[in-house]
């Protein structure tokens, strides 16, 4: 996996991208993307798959400002994707390998 959840309120994001957990397997990257089109202009979305190719219930949505993103994650998060169907989301800011990492290197560093 290339990027985890964060916590929404976490300092300052670099860019806004989403974690989404708990998707339906059978979703795919533009059936996602015209989903989350009512939240604002999706840029990139990215199922994470499996080495055979298999959805892990889960993706990477990149949002065109934070605003978008943000209300996404309030109107969202613990909630249907399409009411009455499916498992509560999970969404929240993607958090990078490097902010995953960093708290270690500081307590090394001490």
Excluded: W
Aim: hydrophobic fraction near 35%; glycine fraction near 8%.
């Amino acid at each position: 996996v290339e990027d985890a959840p964060a916590n929404a309120s976490s300092p300052a994001r670099a860019e806004p991208k989403l974690f989404f957990g708990q998707i339906d397997k059978f979703l795919d990257e533009e059936a996602l993307g015209q989903h989350l089109a009512r939240f604002g202009r999706v840029v990139e979305v990215k199922v994470l798959r499996n080495g055979r190719g298999d959805s892990r219930c889960c993706a990477m949505v990149l949002f065109s400002s934070m605003e978008e993103a943000e209300t996404t994650i309030e109107r969202l998060n613990g909630k249907q994707l399409v009411e009455g169907q499916g498992r509560n989301l999970v969404v929240s800011f993607a958090k990078s390998k490097r902010e995953d990492y960093a708290p270690q290197q500081q307590q090394q560093q001490q």
